[in-house]
């Protein structure tokens, strides 16, 4: 599984990789192209995940605000409930990256 924008290639995993939790895909820290992504100042907190960290991305067209986040320190309750360890995993925002 592939996730691009612009042509560019910012995750790439095989499907068993990929946690899904409320039909976000989230890719492993491993499979992500390194330099794509870039520290974003958006604030959020989920109430059952914790506090996340968003990305943002630009290619040679645009920049896309926040079209990647991560939880990197997620509740151990939400790791229970999901049944896998999603630390640093990404998801991305699908109105701006193509999945597939």
């Known amino acids: 599984m592939r996730a691009t924008i612009d042509g560019v290639l910012l995750a790439e995993a095989d499907s068993e990789h990929i946690i899904s939790i409320e039909g976000s895909r989230y890719f492993p820290p491993d499979s992500l192209t390194i330099g794509t992504l870039k520290d974003s100042p958006t604030p959020y907190v989920c109430p059952w995940k914790g506090p ?20 990197p320190h997620p509740k151990r309750s939400a790791i229970e409930t999901v049944g896998h360890d999603f630390t640093g ?8 990256v193509v999945i597939g």
């Open 52 to 71: 996340a960290r968003y990305y943002s991305v630009e290619t040679p067209h645009r920049e896309y605000v926040d079209a990647a986040w991560c939880y």
């Open 89 to 96: 995993y990404v998801a991305f925002d699908t109105a701006q």
